[in-house]
């Protein structure tokens, strides 16, 4: 028995990406000018990226463009994801958690993870395995410090058992309780039903580099029962009492007028997104994601949304219904696209294609409530 997905909800995810031409500051200003437009209406949240020592992401401080953010929006949800947990002091994150979500009014949300580059942990001296150590010690102590607001230190991994530190109380708690939404992207299908289990949000798949829309129903559905069983249990860690968890997936997305004009728009930009994007690759000599990209054909393959509003429409209508995904989180600025471009598709997308998506949904039969 198959569980029919929830409510859509449409979100953006971002790099902030390096943008040829614009300086730092510059690439900052434009990105708060898109989110300022979002937040009037149609999405419901914001996905911020992390990575180190790339152009791919010029925001290695999710938490300090997230607080610029909660204060030139106020209705939009704002989503680091990912926190890299291996990468910080767990009170120093949990204290950051606290402030953003104090400065957002309660409308943070948080994604945690291990890294998806070991080249961007190494800048830090952290191997995979040690990651994977440390996220799993460092995890519990910073959602036991949400829920209570006591933040007790857990053991230092790999180093002898000593005497434990003093409890530290927490005077910036988060507004919500017993914490913010807790998100988990990942490409690996061996951890969703882990995921589900514990009641992550999850973001399966990355883009370009997304499994098939077949793969994704499957893992939808393993996620679903994982979850049931254990809500059954009463053994779900990390959902929010009363609350469905998300399953998703991520799209670059560009709306135009027409296709022939989504697709001159996007031939070049994507090529400097790409280039962005496999930068640390191929400065390793990896292989991994960096040969040429044809974007005619992901986006043929509906991997990547570009063309017209019924064209768009189309093709996230497909994802939503063959993924059975409840959640679409949109690119729309990345690589060379300039602001007006970006600010017109946005728009394009909230005022065409997400009417047009919820009205073939709907008639579909596929929109469920969000109760657990």
């Given at each position: ?18 943008r040829?031409?614009r ?9 708060l ?5 979002a ?10 990226a ?6 791919l992401?010029l ?23 990912t926190f890299i ?48 150590e440390?996220f ?22 790999g ?13 910036v708690p ?6 913010p ?14 995921l589900?289990a514990?009641g ?9 580099v ?32 009363g ?11 560009l ?46 393959e509906?991997?990547?949304?570009v ?10 209508a ?7 995904v ?5 690119a ?7 602001l ?27 929109v ?5």
């Open positions: 028995m198959t569980e029919a997905p929830g409510d859509i909800e449409f979100g953006l995810f971002d790099w902030v990406d390096a040829p031409g300086s730092v500051a510059e690439v900052y200003d434009d990105r000018r898109v989110l300022a437009e937040d009037r209406g149609g999405f419901s949240t914001y996905h911020l992390e990575h180190h020592g790339t152009p992401g925001a290695p401080s999710p938490a300090v463009f997230l607080a610029a953010a909660a204060r030139v929006t106020s209705r939009i949800r704002l989503a680091a994801t947990v291996p990468l910080y002091d767990p009170l120093r994150l949990v204290q950051e958690i606290g402030m953003l979500d104090q400065l957002s009014h309660g409308r943070l949300e948080v994604g945690v993870g291990k890294g998806s580059s070991p080249i961007e942990a190494a800048m830090y001296g952290v191997d995979r395995p040690r990651a994977a440390v799993e010690a460092h995890l519990p102590a910073v959602v036991e410090a949400l829920e209570t607001g006591v933040f007790r230190r857990p053991p230092a991994v180093a002898p058992s000593g005497p434990a530190a003093e409890p530290v109380e927490l005077h988060p507004v919500q309780r017993p914490h939404p807790l998100w988990y992207p990942t490409s690996n299908p061996d951890s969703i039903p882990r589900g514990e992550f949000d999850v973001l399966f798949g990355f883009a370009f997304s499994p098939p829309l077949d793969v994704v129903r499957e893992q939808s559905r393993v996620f679903r029962a994982r979850h049931r069983e254990a809500l059954a249990r009463g053994a779900v860690r990390y959902g929010l009492p609350r469905r968890p998300r399953f998703g997936m991520m799209r670059h997305v709306v135009a007028r027409t296709d022939e004009e989504a697709l001159a728009l996007a031939r070049p930009a994507f090529a400097d997104h790409h280039a962005s994007f496999t930068h640390l690759w191929r400065r390793a000599g990896s292989e991994r994601h960096s040969g040429p990209a044809d974007l005619d054909r992901l986006v043929a509906g991997r990547v949304f063309g017209s509003p019924e064209t768009v429409a189309a093709r996230v497909e994802a939503v219904t063959v993924g059975e409840d959640h679409l989180a949109g729309f600025a990345w690589g060379s696209l300039d007006a471009a970006v600010l017109e598709s946005l728009r394009l997308f909230r005022d065409e294609v997400v009417p047009a998506v919820r009205a073939s949904v709907g008639a579909a039969g596929l469920a409530g969000r109760s657990a």
